[in-house]
Each structure stands twice: as structure tokens, then as C-alpha cells.
């Protein structure tokens, strides 16, 4: 475990020091994340001892020891006693170990995916606002160069003043526009930050990507989401609570032994320096109905509650399950039209309004229009990545269910 830590501590520095011009993607950004986490490594080392309880329970408890001089330093007593529980009742509470250690494995694979879900959710808030930068900045170019040309027109009479005026207002809201969006990434990405434990540069580049990396699934290394695998474990657990609850109500054995060494003859009753006993004592709950007898029936009865809270727990991720599986779909059908078709429209459409403008025969609103279309289905294309990716991370295997 020591050893995998240092080599992910290598992996993250050598990240660091040799990538200044590459995006930090997704994959790197998990890797950094995961490798100083020690919550998964405590859940990790929890996990284990759970499973080690499997066997470790069958173990009688430690006995226990008395020594005691009696009469005036005339005996010496040495007894040894050993509790059991009633035979065969760990083989009966063995299912209710089984569920606690499902009960671990499911919290350290929680564990992972509640980790991953934060710092997916904040690697996108940072990459949507780069990329949206990026949108800007290239809007904001195009829009100058468009005054300049505008501002050639008016020179040249072919343009009126409001035209320009309007070509002028439009480049100043877009620096607006970019201005609010760099703050707003230096806001996002200041938690990202704080997550990976390092001090990322204010120019550090996100790389958003088409959909969730295999690498990032394998990492995650679960099917379902954190709420499902709690709930699917404790309805186990409450399962073999119930089960379980009559075992309370067997006896426990305690085995004795005792010797006593006598250091006056006359104190001994039969006149023997070492004497010997033994003794098998059994614990019956001879109250069973009045005590142990409620506590079972409040026990198996809490565990129905418990059962019943557990599979609306489960429904209801289910039916999220399913919800995001369809919010897949529709965002990657969404995606696939706008590359394929939409986007190559919009550029056409700003290409042949732009040379119609040229000539007069259309006018600059429709120009500003025309633009404007292709940004929006810039814009699309982002919210699109972002929810593909947070989808797919809800869905997981149901996305690719018929």
C-alpha cells in the first residue's frame, strides 16, 4: 500500500514538472485526486479487518487469569476461566459477519465514487469555463476584426454610424463576456485546486473530453452509484439482523479451572499440598421473555424498517440510474447531429452572409445574427461534453442499455 502511494506521489510530480503546454486532463487529474486520499486507504485497511472478521470471530475470547492468597499467606488460588458462547451459535451468527463485511467492501467502493463524483464535477466547472475562454477570446478577435473592417466602410461611405456603433457595443460586450468567464474560471478551479492539494497555474489548460475516459471508469471500478451500493449492503445487513436476532436468546458456557497450592498442611482439607477443581457454569437467560425476549422482537422488528428503507433507497436509485441513462442517449444523439450537421451549417450560414454583406445585399444585423447562431452552437457543443460526461458517470452501466 506504502509503495503504491509513493509511486502515484512520482506519478503526480513528474505531471507537474514535465507538462507546461498539455491540458490537464481528466485521467491525471483522478490519478492526483486518488493518490492522496487517505479516507480510501483508512476504508481500504477497514475493508480488510472486516474481512478477517470472517474467521477471527470463531475464536474463543481471551481467557482470564486470578491469582488470590487466602489466610494469611496460608493458600495460594490460581483459577483460569474461559467463556464460550453455546455450540454452534458463531456458526449461527456467521451470516450477520458476511453482511458487515459486504457492508465495508460497499463503503470503500462508496468511497471511490463519491470522490470521483466531486472531482469529476469539478474538473468539468473548470474546463467548461477554459473552454468557454477560448469561445470568447475568438469571438472577441473576430468581432475586432469585423469593427476594423467596419470602421474601413463608414471611412469609405459604404457603412452607416450606427452600424459601426453597433459593431463597437458588440466588441465591448464580448470583453465583458470574457472578463466575467476568466473570473469565473479562477473561481471553479480554485476548489479543483484545493482537491488535487496543489497550486495549479491561473493559465493551466483543461482539456473537456467527448465522454467519460475508459481509464476513468476502470479507476472508479464500480457498476453502481455510492447511494445504490450502501443501500444494496444495508439491506443485507438488515436482512441478517433479522435473521440472526433468535441467537441472543442461546446460553453461554464458562469453563473453570482452579488450583490451590497450601502452604499449611492444616489448612487443606484433605491434608494435600495442591488441590484441584473444576467447573462448567451455564448462563441461561431465565428471564428470556420478560427481557431478552423484547429486545428480540425490537430488533427484528427494527430490522424490517431498516429492509423496507433500504429498497426505497434502492428504487429510487435505480430510477436515477435510468433517468441519466436516457440523459446519455439524448446528449450523445444531440452531440453526434451538431458535428455532423448543424455546426458546418452555421459556418456556411456566416461565410455566405458575411460575402452577402460585402455586397450590400444584406444588411449588418443579419451578419450579428448569423454569428451569433454559430456561437450558440459553440456554446451547445460544451453543455453537450458536460452532460455526456456527468451522465454517463450517474448511468454507468445502464447507459448502454437497450
Known amino acids: 500500500m506504502r509503495a503504491r502511494f509513493l509511486l502515484n506521489l512520482i506519478f ?6 514535465t507538462r507546461s503546454s498539455f491540458a490537464l486532463s481528466l485521467e491525471e487529474a483522478m490519478q492526483m485526486a486518488f493518490a492522496q486520499a487517505p479516507h480510501l486507504e483508512a476504508s481500504e485497511k477497514l475493508n480488510q479487518i472486516s474481512k478477517s ?21 496460608s493458600t495460594d488460588s490460581f483459577a483460569l476461566t474461559q467463556n464460550l458462547g453455546f455450540p454452534g451459535k458463531t456458526f449461527f451468527e456467521h451470516p450477520l459477519y458476511q453482511a458487515n463485511s459486504r457492508q465495508a467492501q460497499a463503503e470503500l467502493e462508496a468511497n471511490r465514487y463519491d470522490l470521483s463524483q466531486t472531482i ?15 469561445l470568447l477570446e475568438k469571438n472577441v478577435e473576430n468581432a475586432e476584426m469585423l469593427t476594423k473592417t467596419m470602421t ?15 459593431s463597437e457595443l458588440q466588441v465591448r460586450q464580448l470583453r465583458s463576456d470574457l472578463s466575467l468567464s476568466q473570473d469565473k474560471k479562477k473561481n471553479s478551479c480554485q476548489k479543483l485546486s484545493a482537491l488535487l492539494g496543489k497550486e495549479l497555474p491561473l493559465d493551466e489548460k483543461y482539456a473537456l473530453p467527448d465522454d467519460l475516459p475508459q481509464e476513468v471508469l476502470d479507476r472508479i ?25 433468535w441467537v441472543n436468546g442461546l446460553p453461554d458456557l464458562s469453563f473453570n479451572y482452579s488450583r490451590n497450592h497450601y502452604r499449611i498442611e492444616m489448612a487443606s482439607p484433605n491434608g494435600d499440598t495442591w488441590t ?31 429492509q423496507y428503507q433500504a ?3 434502492l428504487i429510487t436509485g435505480k430510477a436515477s440510474h435510468q433517468d441519466a441513462a436516457l440523459e446519455y442517449k439524448r446528449s450523445k444523439k444531440r452531440l453526434t447531429e451538431l458535428r455532423n450537421k448543424d455546426l458546418a451549417m452555421a459556418e456556411a450560414l456566416v461565410e455566405s452572409t458575411l460575402s452577402a454583406y460585402k455586397t450590400a445585399k444584406l444588411g449588418f444585423a443579419e451578419l450579428v445574427m448569423a454569428q451569433k447562431t454559430l456561437s ?13 460526461i456527468s451522465s454517463h458517470l450517474r448511468c454507468l452501466q445502464d447507459c448502454y442499455e437497450k
Open 12 to 17: 503526480i510530480f513528474s505531471i507537474l514538472e
Open 53 to 73: 472478521d470472517l474467521w477471527r470471530h470463531f475464536i474463543p475470547n481471551s481467557p482470564s487469569f486470578q491469582y488470590s492468597r487466602i489466610d494469611s499467606d
Open 120 to 134: 469529476l464535477q469539478s474538473y468539468l466547472d473548470c474546463a467548461l469555463a477554459d473552454e468557454n475562454n477560448r
Open 152 to 166: 474601413s466602410r463608414y471611412e469609405s461611405g459604404a457603412s452607416s454610424m450606427p452600424e459601426l456603433i453597433s
Open 221 to 245: 471500478g464500480v457498476a453502481e452509484s455510492a447511494d445504490e451500493l450502501r443501500a444494496k449492503a444495508d439491506l443485507q445487513k438488515a436482512q441478517a439482523v433479522y435473521k440472526t436476532a
Open 276 to 306: 484441584h477443581s473444576y467447573g462448567i457454569s451455564i448462563a441461561t437467560p431465565l428471564f428470556y421473555f420478560f427481557h431478552e425476549n423484547a429486545e428480540n422482537r425490537k430488533t427484528k422488528n427494527q430490522a424490517i424498517i431498516d
Open 311 to 313: 429498497q426505497l433507497r
Open 376 to 388: 450558440d452552437l459553440k456554446t451547445q457543443d460544451l453543455q453537450l461534453r458536460v452532460s455526456v
